[in-house]
C-alpha cells in the first residue's frame, strides 16, 4: 500500500532563503508523485509531479523535487523564498488505480521579511 | 477553461438540516473525487467516483453522508441531517485519467 510521510508540519524561513519541505513516500509499484500547493481559502494547485521521465522535476513558481528512489524520498526545494510563497504544500503519490492518490499531512510554510 | 466548479461557496445552517454540495467537473474528466478538510483531521478522502460509477466509499464517515453522480458533468454530496461536526472546506477534484487531479475552490460549511 502507498503511503506518504511529510517532515515537519510548519517550516518559517526568511525571504531570500532557501526552502526545503520533505517527504518520504512508501509504495509497492513505481510511483507517481506529486507536489500541490494550498494558497488560504482556497483549493489545491498542482506544484509539480514526477511521472518516472526524470528524476529532477521542475515546476511552477521556481520549486522543484528530486526523485530519490534510495531514499524513497521527493523533497521539494526552491533556492529563494519569497513573501508569496506562504502557503500549505501537500506531498502526494499516486495509488496505481482510478487516480485515486494518497496526501501526506501538509507541511505550512511561513516566510518571514 | 473554466475548471472545476463548486457550489455554494459557503453554506451556513442549522444542525439537522439538510446540506447538499454540487460540483461540476472539468470536462471530459472521467475520475471524480470528493474530499473534507479539517484542521483536526486535515485532508480526507470521502469517496471517488470512476465514469460515473462510486468505485470506493469507505471514507464516508456515516450514512448521514451520500454522494451521486447522475452524469459526467454533475455531482452532489448530502448531508442529512447536519450536524456541527461536520463543519468543514468540502472539496471536489477531477481528473482525466493521469492522476494528476485538479480541484475547485471548495464549500465552506458551517453547521451551527
Known amino acids: 500500500a502507498q503511503s506518504v510521510t511529510q517532515l515537519g508540519s510548519h517550516v518559517s524561513v526568511s525571504e531570500g532563503a532557501l526552502v526545503l519541505l520533505r517527504c518520504n513516500y512508501s509504495s509497492s509499484v513505481p510511483p507517481y508523485l506529486f507536489w500541490y500547493v494550498q494558497y488560504p481559502n482556497q483549493g489545491l494547485q498542482l506544484l509539480l509531479k514526477?511521472?518516472?521521465?526524470?528524476?529532477l522535476v521542475k515546476g511552477i513558481n521556481g520549486f522543484e523535487a528530486e526523485f530519490k528512489k534510495s531514499e524513497t524520498s521527493f523533497h521539494l526545494t526552491k533556492p529563494s523564498a519569497h513573501m508569496s510563497d506562504a502557503a500549505e504544500y501537500f506531498c502526494?503519490?499516486?495509488?496505481?488505480?482510478?487516480?485515486?492518490?494518497?496526501f501526506g499531512a501538509g507541511t505550512r510554510l511561513a516566510v518571514h521579511p | 477553461d473554466a475548471g472545476v466548479i463548486q457550489s455554494p461557496r459557503h453554506e451556513v445552517t442549522e444542525m439537522g438540516q439538510e446540506v447538499t454540495l454540487r460540483c461540476k467537473p472539468i470536462?471530459?474528466?472521467?475520475?471524480l473525487f470528493w474530499y473534507r478538510q479539517t484542521m483536526m483531521r486535515g485532508l480526507e478522502l470521502l469517496i471517488y467516483?470512476?465514469?460515473?460509477?462510486?468505485?470506493?466509499d469507505s471514507g464516508m464517515p456515516e450514512d448521514r453522508f451520500s454522494a451521486k453522480m447522475p452524469n459526467a458533468s454533475f455531482s452532489t454530496l448530502k448531508i442529512q441531517p447536519s450536524e456541527p461536526r461536520d463543519s468543514a472546506v468540502y472539496f471536489c477534484a477531477s481528473s482525466p485519467g493521469t492522476e494528476t487531479q485538479y480541484f475547485g475552490p471548495g464549500t465552506r460549511l458551517l453547521v451551527l
Open positions: 470536462s471530459g474528466h472521467n475520475s
Open positions: 502526494a503519490v499516486g495509488s496505481g488505480g482510478y487516480n485515486k492518490l494518497i
Open positions: 514526477y511521472t518516472s521521465a526524470a528524476t
Open positions: 467516483f470512476n465514469n460515473n460509477v462510486p468505485i470506493d
